[in-house]
C-alpha cells in the first residue's frame, strides 16, 4: 500500500508539473472564463501543424474523389460567411489573426461540419443542403466549430488522456510520450474531429460560437433555430454531427439565456 502511494502521488507530482492553467481565449461578453490545464509538452504550435497534415490528406482525398466544391454557391456561401466570423476571432484572442485559416467546402450527403486546431474548417455540402440552412444557422454552427479550435479543446482533450495514462501507469509513461509522432498525430486527429467533447467544452463553444456570429452582423436566435433543426435530424439514425455535438433542451435553453448578452453586439453590426 505503502509503494503504490508513493508511485501515485510521483504519477501526480509529473502531472501537475507538466501542466499548465492558461485561459485560450479572453471571456467576451457571453464570460467564459474557465481556466484550461495543458500538459506543456503538446504545444499549441505542434498540435496545428499535426492536424494541419491530417486535413491536407483529408483535402487531396476529396480531390482525387473529384469531390471538392471550390465554386458551387454553397462554396461561396461558406467562404463568405466563414471570412466575417474569421474577422472577428482575435476578439477572443489576438494571435488567430496570425493563424493560417483555410475554409472548404466538401460534396456529401454528410451532415458535418469541423474547425480543426489553426483554423482549418470542413463543411459538407449534405449539412446545408439536407437541413436548408440559413446563412444565419451556417454562421452559428461554423461559428460553434471556431470556438472549439480557439479554446483548443482537442489539445486540451489531449493533455488530460495523457494525464490519465500517466497517473495509471507511473511515472516512466512520460518517457513514452512524443516518441510516436504518427500515433500523436492520429491523437490530435480524434480529439479534434472525431471524439465527443465535454459537456463544458459543447457550452463554451456554443457561447463563444454565438457571440462570434453576433459579432459578424449574424442574428443570434439562428442558433436556436439550427440546433432544432439538428435534433429533428437525429430522431432517426442521427447524423455524424451529432454524435460529437450532442443536442439537448438544455443546450437551447443556455443558448435562448445567453443571447440577450450578445444581442447588443449584431445590432451595433448592423449600424
Known sequence: MRKSFVVSMLSAGILL???????????????????????SMLST??????????????????????????????????QAIADRLIAQAPQFRPDAAQWKWEVNVIKSDELNANCGPGGKIIV???????????????????????????????????????????????????????????????TVVNYSMTLPNSRANENEADLIGLELSARA???PNAAITLW?????????????????????????????????KVMPLYQASKK
Open 124 to 186: 459538407y455540402t449534405g449539412l446545408i443542403d439536407q437541413l436548408k440552412l440559413t446563412d444565419a444557422e451556417i454562421a452559428a454552427v461554423m461559428g460553434h466549430e471556431i470556438a472549439h479550435a480557439l479554446r483548443e479543446h482537442g489539445r486540451e482533450a489531449m493533455s488530460k488522456a495523457y494525464g490519465v495514462e500517466m497517473a495509471r501507469q507511473g511515472a516512466g509513461a512520460i518517457f513514452g510520450i512524443g516518441q510516436d509522432k504518427m500515433a500523436m498525430a492520429d
Open 45 to 78: 504550435d505542434e498540435v496545428n501543424q499535426m492536424y494541419a497534415k491530417s486535413y491536407q490528406q483529408t483535402l487531396g482525398e476529396a480531390t482525387n474523389a473529384g469531390v471538392l466544391d471550390k465554386s458551387s454557391k454553397d462554396a461561396k456561401r461558406v
Open 228 to 260: 432544432n433543426k439538428m435534433s429533428k435530424a437525429s430522431e432517426g439514425a442521427p447524423p455524424e454531427f451529432m454524435s460529437t455535438h450532442p443536442a439537448s433542451t438544455s443546450r437551447i435553453a443556455s443558448l435562448q439565456a445567453a443571447i440577450p
Open 217 to 219: 452582423g449574424y442574428d
Open 17 to 39: 508539473g507538466g501542466c499548465q492553467a492558461v485561459n485560450t481565449t479572453s471571456g467576451g461578453a457571453v464570460g467564459v472564463e474557465r481556466k484550461q490545464y495543458m500538459f
